[in-house]
């Protein structure tokens, strides 16, 4: 069975928001698109023919989503990389721990939260 992005994701949504302090709130919206970025996050992982995938939230909100890719090159044009690198707010590469040729990229969504009163 293979994990989704965003089923990875539901528990540590809940978790932030019990975890924020007065004043703040997960922003309703932002959940939603952030769905609509993990299905491709979701084609992604099929595209790359990815194994792994890692999903972290901070306090900020700010949601970190790693996958792994044996690729040497990425195509910028077409397939759903562009699309994913649309919505992102930031991307990181990092080599993977296991010693393989195999290159973890970090998709960095902008955050979850807002504050209440917005």
């Known amino acids: 069975m293979e994990i989704k992005c965003f089923d990875a994701t539901k528990s540590l ?6 975890a924020l302090k007065d004043g703040y709130k997960i922003n309703k919206e932002a959940v939603r698109e ?8 979701d084609a992604l992982i099929k595209e790359w023919e990815s194994e792994y995938l890692e999903v972290e939230i901070p306090m900020n909100g700010q949601v970190n989503v790693t996958i792994e890719a044996f690729q040497t090159e ?4 077409s397939g759903v990389f562009p699309m994913v690198l649309s919505m992102c707010k930031n991307l990181l590469f990092t080599a993977a721990d296991d010693q393989t040729c195999k290159t973890r990229v970090c998709f960095i969504f902008p955050s979850l939260v807002k504050k209440a009163d917005e």
Do not use: N, R
């Not at 990425?74 to 044009?77: A, G, L, N």
């Open 34 to 41: 952030y769905e609509k970025f993990c299905s491709l996050i």
């Open 74 to 77: 990425v195509d910028k044009e």
């Open 13 to 18: 949504i809940e978790e932030l928001e019990e």
